[in-house]
């Protein structure tokens, strides 16, 4: 299969048909997932960099994960473990695992546009697992599989992101995703937690009030409050904003009857959600994601690779 890319970092490089390509890849790669044995020979021979230079759980494991059921070989490190703390700077770092002949580098980083710099330093191919406040590619396409395996279109659909946007690098990449497939979004937050010029993410409204806009909407997407990104107190307490913008068991009634609820985790119970509406079993894919996660990453990974055959063969 031929795709045109050679990195994953701006989503808006990418058509939609391109996204619909990774998507569809990825649900060819579920059916790995459910085998007994989840392994093919895919990627054998290629070697695989997770540079994760800043704390993860979910994207580096479903990393990890998708990269073994391909058969490719990877080196994790990251953190304290790296040079790094003894001053080498990100450059040498990567003309040192340049040096390994390796075929791709997987990076997150505290600092946004740490993966562009690779690119620049480096002749293989990189994913951006989450760069500063920029970008969160992967995830936006796993958001965007758990929608489309509900909803099964993306056209029209009407998306409601709640919660921090100004710190959020997940909307850096989900938002332009929805519009190249055709989602309507609102972004719905404080005054305090939307950036200054919302329209440059390319939303289609900004609304202040929860309670307005949720009758309104197919998807729910809550965000997280990033405490560790935050600068003075941009709301009085986590309790105010759970009463103004969580959402919870009293506010369901305001939902369309086939609206659903999306996270990128982690949770924080008793403040984005209550546990009702975390947990419920009709409305929230959020765990649907986290398996989403392996999926598409396995497809990313095959398709930036360009793996053998059609990708499935035991």
């Not at 009709?282 to 793996?307: K, N, T």
Request: charged fraction near 25%.
């Amino acid at each position: 299969m031929a795709f045109n890319h050679k990195h994953l970092i701006d989503i808006r490089e990418y058509s939609d048909t391109d996204l619909m390509t990774i998507l569809e890849t990825a649900k060819a790669f579920s059916q790995v997932n459910e085998r007994a044995i989840k392994k093919v020979p895919t990627l054998k021979g290629k070697t695989i960099v997770n540079m994760f230079n800043e704390p993860s759980t979910r994207t580096r494991s479903s990393f990890e994960l998708a990269e073994k059921r391909l058969s490719a070989d990877s080196l994790n490190f990251g953190g304290s473990s790296t040079s790094t703390v003894k001053g080498e700077s990100l450059i040498d770092t990567v003309m040192t695992l340049n040096s390994y002949k390796i075929d791709m580098v997987v990076i997150r980083d505290k600092h946004a546009g740490a993966p562009y710099i690779v690119t620049q330093h480096s002749p293989v191919s990189v994913i951006d697992a989450g760069d500063g406040k920029h970008g969160h590619p992967t995830q936006a396409l796993l958001d965007l599989y758990s929608i489309w395996e509900r909803k099964h279109t993306f056209e029209g659909l009407k998306v409601g992101i709640v919660g921090d946007i100004s710190h959020s690098r997940v909307c850096g990449s989900l938002i332009p995703a929805l519009k190249i497939m055709g989602a309507e979004v609102t972004i719905i937050a404080p005054g305090t937690l939307i950036p200054p010029a919302p329209e440059v993410l390319g939303v289609d409204h900004v609304s202040y009030s929860l309670d307005d806009a949720l009758p309104e909407l197919d998807v729910v997407y809550m965000l997280r409050i990033q405490r560790e990104r935050l600068e003075g107190a941009p709301f009085p307490s986590l309790r105010e904003y759970h009463e103004l913008y969580g959402l919870t068991r009293k506010r369901e009634h305001l939902m369309k009857p086939d609206a659903i609820v999306c996270h990128p985790g982690p949770i924080n119970r008793g403040v984005e959600f209550d546990s009702y509406m975390a947990d419920h079993p009709e409305r929230s894919v959020i765990l649907d994601q986290v398996y989403a996660g392996i999926c598409v990453r396995m497809a990313a990974l095959y398709l930036l690779l360009g793996g053998a055959d059609n990708g499935l063969a035991s």
